[in-house]
């Protein structure tokens, strides 16, 4: 996106030039958080461009005069999801952390907080130490050192167990090897990997109810993932997949509505053919 002055100065340029100008949609769609800066991203009406987006719904919402909307969905989920091997799931739980909002303003339009992060990551660690079960913590890449000696003291001063912090991979690398992964944010890249993952989906979140979304999208993130807001229900989940009993919700029609059209094929080729007919 032109996510600063100098992104936009570019473009400006290649206008002037009457050069085609292509943007591809920052992370993915922004349908599942409140994000008030999108005017300034991919909706930007100063330079002219095609902007080549994941979701079917983003072609409506980030239309304007200057900006011309293709679904082509994602490169590297197509990549991922299609021709990296798979692997048998060997791990129980993966715990995705968001970020140390102390560093970012931005989610503080979000209901996400320092406090918030600490309080919910203790409800998780808590309950599945007491379920007996193993759990991966992955640190978010924004503060990781920070959140690194974070959580070690966590860790030593509870005397936990069955906790590893996962510092440096990214999530992509890791998710395959886990039967359940739980996430505490949803303002996060990732999720484009979430839709596509075959297993069980928690998401913990104190506030899901608040969030700044519409009602059609809170809907299909239920539908698609098991949305916890509290320790007890936590533990009722986290029983069921001990014994086994929790089924992935995975569904082709969120893949399809927000990661990239199912039917088109490979997004890169039709993207790389779109592009030669700007040549």
């Known amino acids: 996106g032109t996510r600063d002055i100098y992104d936009t100065i570019c473009c400006s340029i290649a206008n002037k ?10 992370g ?7 994000n008030p800066y999108d005017k300034s991203l991919e909706f930007n009406d100063i330079v002219k461009k095609t902007l080549i987006v994941k979701s079917k719904i983003d072609i409506k919402r980030l239309n304007n005069s200057m900006t011309n909307v293709l679904c082509m969905g994602s490169i590297q989920q197509f990549e991922i999801s299609n021709y990296r091997k798979t692997y048998t799931p060997r791990k129980d739980i993966i715990f995705c952390l968001g970020p140390d909002t102390n560093l970012s303003f931005r989610q503080l339009l979000n209901f996400y907080s320092i406090k918030k992060k600490h309080l919910q990551s203790l409800d998780i660690i808590n309950t599945t130490e007491e379920l007996l079960l193993d759990i991966d913590i992955k640190l978010h890449p924004t503060g990781e050192d920070v959140s690194y000696k974070a959580f070690s003291n966590i860790i030593k001063n509870n005397n936990f167990k069955r906790i590893s912090l996962l ?6 690398n890791l998710s395959n090897n886990y039967r359940l992964v739980i996430i505490d944010y949803l303002g996060s890249a990732i999720i484009k990997h979430l839709l596509c993952l075959n297993v069980p989906i928690i998401i913990y979140d104190r506030d899901f109810n608040k969030i700044r979304i519409k009602d059609s999208i809170r809907e299909e993130i239920r539908n ?13 989940i986290l029983q069921k997949f001990k014994m086994g009993q929790l089924q992935s919700k995975w569904s082709r029609e969120m893949i399809d509505k927000y990661v990239y059209p199912i039917n088109d094929g490979n997004p890169g080729k039709n993207i790389s053919k779109y592009i030669e007919t700007l040549i």
Do not use: A, M, W
């Open 17 to 26: 030039s009457h050069i085609p100008t292509i943007i591809f949609q920052h």
């Open 28 to 34: 993915g769609t922004h349908l599942f958080f409140f």
């Open 167 to 172: 510092y440096g991979d990214i999530f992509e």
């Open 224 to 236: 698609r993932c098991y949305i916890v807001n509290n320790k007890y229900d936590l533990k009722l």
